[in-house]
């Protein structure tokens, strides 16, 4: 067996670390499914071919924003070996929101299109079928006809006045907070700091909606049981979460639904959506046969959530020496058409500003904002990935201002045991200090003595 | 035209754990009568090696090798619950959970084992290899092979254990955003070396060096995998994805992997990695969560070694040749004014 071994440092921490009678923590043990995987052995959802399968496959909006006019289902149900097309009208509960389970409402979004689409390719009527290439073809063939309205792309513009209303379940174009239309970090009082600060310093950061992009694409197979109940094989991230959401989707008692699963190709957070198994479920009920319900390359990296796109102002009061004394932050998260995870993506956005330094000024207004475009939800990193790429360009703008060494200045500031972090909870167990230490080190990055003496533990140099 | 050499650095942390918490996870655990402890659960396994980590739980927690060890995920029907694999959570809450049932099941172990050996079972102890033993008295033991059989059909005893982890929710205060949202914090630091061609705009990552405190490596080789992997993933974050090239435009949206470009294995910059613990007083062993992190400081890094190699300050993911040329463009634009 060979594999890369970083090395584990024993030097920092030397107290805390312990554990030298471990006998199998701390070891290197093979992982339990390299063997499969690299022998193509692993058996994952899409090896369960049952007899009398049936395929799946979506109509889907071709425009971003529009009323449906028709629907006409009549040259779909014509393609031999098409066996239904089912409309909202076949789901029993056909709108949905996935934190319910969690107590985050309101239900925003259909299962299959109702009476508008508000993204492009939103899913409209599901065509079910012999083969993949009958669903397929009975897919394009539905013909629906639209009454286009005009579409919202940008976060700023959707929250102006007057911009068009994406989701009339929320009823304005942004989540709300407990009454409020941002969730808020208040903490200290940011504008006394940028008054008396030596340099107030402010930038603009932006990203883009990034896929999750798994080997294994967003897919599921329902096998109707002889005891009435559905076995669901799913590549979900999360099974009960899945099975608690499709069970409230069919108006059916949780125990007769069944998700196995569990070894996944790949998920990245974009298969903790719940956007197959449903649709699938009915499917599978309307035509009492297995269904297989998959997306194609295209559908994961057009239609399956992103990561959502970002947009960061990030203003910092700063002294002469680097000591940050405050940081305002104003976050737009671009959720696209309905809320599924966003509400909670942007909850832990706020909780990890303003990144890893003791400020003891923060104000941060964080935005979950409604756009016509793929719902955004869910992805690795989720809220943090984008908020550090700003916050440590940010960090590196302010060195480059102050001529400053930009570990030098880290290391001023980073947060150590005992500080409040701007949501008000007390710092433990911090080592950010540390790990910048030896990344200096390995890097050949000198350090004068008295950084180098630095502790997450001791206020020593500050 | 000319190659142009630069450093970047960025320092960050990540939680652990469901955002708030309330995120609960459990565990099952029992011996069959081979002795084979099944490790029931309903978690998901993505690549990233919870089966194995949870395998390592147990193991060291009932002090048996690893070989007898099964984990049985993840069946709703069988396995108890799990809220999923996401947000760190899944070495967290079901390494403490797998950790709890173990110690449980353990305790019976040790129980039957006194009785077998007509022994107490605060004199007994286990070394990892399959013994419980005498401490003291190595030559008094009995094998869990023969003990796992015993229990059943001498002792009438079944050695198992139940195992829950729960982070109780927090609310946060919604006019201030008092709350208390992670388990712990994981902490790292990257430096990244790269070079900018100034006449095709392309940006290559030579090096990156990481800096990784995950409290505790519960396995060093997985943890360097997540690290190093992850880095790749926040280096093709950094210059090349994204399904929406010119956001907030909607066009030109790719639809496969032609289109949606990432780093090939010529693309990759030497890793040169380090871990460092700080055991987490509510880790499993002092465990973090770092599954989600690998990929952010990379990004940063890559942006301000950018700046300073050719001086272009990208403020737009991602760091395309089309955004460094225009980049460089404007600062032309700049000297001649």
Known sequence: MTYRLAPVDTTAFAAERGGGDLTVIGSVVQRSDARGHVTGRTEFFEDVAPPRLAHLKMHRSARHHARIAAVDLGEAL???????????????NNLYTPLKLIGVGPDDEPILAVDKVRYLGEPICAVVAETEAAALEGAARVKVTYEDLPPVFDVEEALREGAPLVNEYHGQNHFIYEGHHCRRIRFGDVEAAFARADHVLEWRYQSAPIEQAPVETTGCVV????????????????????????ALILETPFNKLRIVGGTVGGGF??????????????????????????????????????????????????????????RKITLYVDAGAYARHSPYGVTKAAAHLPGPYAIPNVWADCHCVFTNRTPSSAMRGFGVTIADFALE???????????????????????RDGDVKAHRKVAEGTALVEVIQKAAEMSGHELPETYRRMSSTTREGL | MAKLRGRGYASVNYPTGMNLGGDPSQALVHATTTGTFVISLSSVDLGQGIKTIAA???????????????????????????????????????????????????????????????VDAADLETDGTGYIAVKGAQDKRVHITDLALAAHFKHGRTISGRGIYLKEPSVPVPETGEMDPDSCQAHACTVAVVEVDDETGVVEVLELFNAYEIGRALNPAMATQQVEGGAWMGLSHALFET???????????????????????ADL?????????????????????????TANAPIPAIANAIF??????????PFTPERVLRGLDALKTEETC
């Open chain 1, 78 to 92: 014509a393609v031999p070996g098409v066996l239904r097309v089912l409309t909202h009208a076949d789901v029993p």
């Open chain 1, 223 to 246: 096998i109707p049981q002889a005891d009435g109940r559905l076995r669901i094989h799913s590549d979900t991230q999360a099974c009960f979460f899945t099975l608690d959401n499709t």
């Open chain 1, 269 to 326: 957070g974009g298969k903790v959506d719940v956007v197959v198994e449903p649709i699938a479920c009915v499917a599978a009920m309307a035509t009492d046969r297995p269904v297989k319900f998959v997306y194609d390359r295209a559908e994961e990296m057009q239609v399956s959530s992103p990561r959502a796109a970002e947009r960061l102002y990030i203003k910092d009061a700063v002294m002469n020496d680097g000591k940050i004394i405050g």
């Open chain 1, 393 to 415: 360009s940010q960090m590196d703008q302010v060195a480059r201002t102050l001529g400053m060494d930009p570990l030098q200045l880290r290391l001023l500031n980073a947060y």
């Open chain 2, 56 to 118: 390592q739980c147990a193991a060291e927690t009932l002090g048996l090798p690893m070989e007898n060890i099964l984990v049985d995920t993840a069946d709703t029907d069988t396995g108890p619950h799990c809220m999923g694999t996401f947000a760190s959570r899944g070495t967290h809450r079901v390494g403490n959970a797998v950790i709890m049932a173990a110690a449980e099941a353990r305790g019976v172990m040790l129980e039957v084992a006194a009785e077998e050996l007509e």
């Open chain 2, 243 to 265: 399904t929406e090239p010119y956001y907030p435009a909607r066009d030109h949206g790719p639809r496969d992997f032609a289109g949606y470009l990432m780093p090939g294995p």
């Open chain 2, 269 to 293: 910059p030497v890793q040169h990695s380090l871990l460092l613990e700080r055991p987490s007083a509510n880790g499993p062993y002092g465990a973090k969560g770092i599954g989600e992190m």
């Open chain 2, 308 to 317: 300073d190699a050719c001086g272009v300050r990208l403020t737009s993911m």
